[in-house]
């Protein structure tokens, strides 16, 4: 763990608690909530895991949007991030982001950066968004444009980053491990904490959304998953000798890296706490993931439905019994379950064996993702 400061053991006390509780399965409701608040995008990743194009006819209203809030406030939910596609095309998002902050909950966005100007986060700030995630996969412009199916892409995402520092927001930089983001991975990382990045998210790839939909969905899957151990053994090698800790992770599901290290002014100790502590699957246990509709999935990554915040509270949905039964035991990647069986309640296959025992087990011949063509 992180060599942390007495007084920031104590004063997060409350959290390590929280989560020592949640990652037990005793909490009686979730404290995060991930709401993809529409599927309209600007962008056509490859890997996106919504297969976010075009906004969905039944996208929750802007009342109907609050009410959720405020449940989620009722319930005892404290950070709350928007998701898309690409959150900044629906109308209503600072009215959204300024509900859930009056209610106190700490709330931030995830975006591709493309609509972000400097007005833009001084809005952000003004309604209280707390931080800012944007995601990229490479310097190179052509890597990273490719990746996303958009050329000038990557200048967005830059340019979003840079202004969330220059206003004082805190920026999160969210990285999907491919083939193509691997080798960038080094070189982010400096650049984010020489930009004054303050964490690094980095994702698995996922056989799901877009990405999805071959033969070889299991095999670039467990593939995938190796690419992920590589990447944060790249980041620890960058990453150790500077005092910053890159989590452990035996699931293979996200992790959060703080890049101010303990002595630093931009240190924050609750987010390096939560990244260190809350590893694994959060399913059933930590996370709440709502779609643009209201339904509720079981895992962000897979479309798998457990409920309606249309017709059913958070609580009621809580106590799904998939949710019970993710919190009564260690079952692995959930979304990896889906993957690789096709069912949501049964012990994710690939969990705790090697990749050339799972490899062996597929017929031979997987096939690289193709690249969507640059729209120009």
């Known amino acids: 763990m992180t060599d942390v400061a007495q007084p920031d053991l104590v004063r997060n006390s409350w959290m390590l608690n929280l989560i020592d509780e949640a990652k037990a399965g005793r909490l009686p409701t979730p404290t995060f909530a991930s709401w993809l608040i529409t599927r309209a995008c600007n962008l056509k990743c490859y890997y996106c895991f919504a297969s976010a194009r075009k906004k969905d006819p039944d996208e929750l209203t802007t009342g109907e949007a609050m009410r959720v809030i405020e449940d989620l406030a009722d319930t005892g939910v404290f950070y709350l991030s928007y998701i898309g596609g690409e959150p900044l095309l629906r109308k209503d998002i600072y009215q959204l982001i300024d509900y859930s902050t009056d209610l106190g909950i700490y709330t931030g966005i995830h ?11 001084a809005k952000l700030k003004d309604v209280g968004c707390q ?14 444009d490719r990746v996303r199916g ?11 980053v840079l202004e969330s520092v220059k206003a004082g927001i805190r920026c999160s930089i969210r990285i999907v491990v491919t083939e193509d983001s691997l080798p960038a991975l080094p070189d982010l990382f400096n650049w984010a904490r020489d930009t004054g990045v303050e964490e690094l998210i980095i994702i698995p790839i996922f056989m799901v959304g877009r990405a999805a939909g071959t033969p070889d969905d299991r095999r670039a899957d467990i593939l995938g998953k190796e690419l992920f151990w590589k990447g944060l053994d790249v980041l620890r090698e960058v990453a150790n000798p500077l005092g910053i800790t890159v989590p452990e992770e035996k699931v293979a599901c996200c992790v959060g890296i ?27 246990k930590f996370i709440m993931n709502i779609q643009p509709n209201g339904d509720i999935f079981s ?6 439905k457990i409920g309606s915040l249309r017709t059913q509270s958070v609580r009621e949905i809580w106590a799904h019994p998939l949710l019970r039964a993710a919190r009564e035991g260690d079952m692995g990647c959930h979304a990896r379950s889906i993957i690789h069986t096709g069912r949501p309640d049964v012990v994710d296959p690939t969990y705790n064996r090697s990749t050339e025992d799972l490899l062996a087990e597929l017929p031979a011949g997987a096939k690289p993702l193709s690249l969507t063509p640059i729209q120009n």
């Open 131 to 144: 931080i800012l995630g944007v995601s990229i996969d490479s310097h190179d412009p052509i890597v990273h």
């Open 299 to 304: 895992c962000p990554f897979v479309q798998h």
């Open 111 to 121: 975006t591709n950066g493309m609509l972000v100007r400097e007005d833009t986060v």
């Open 258 to 284: 703080e890049l101010n290290t303990p002595d630093k002014e931009n240190h924050h100790a609750g987010h390096a706490f939560g990244f260190e502590r809350s590893t694994g699957c959060r399913v059933g």
């Open 150 to 160: 958009v050329s000038g892409s990557l200048v967005g995402a830059k340019r979003a």
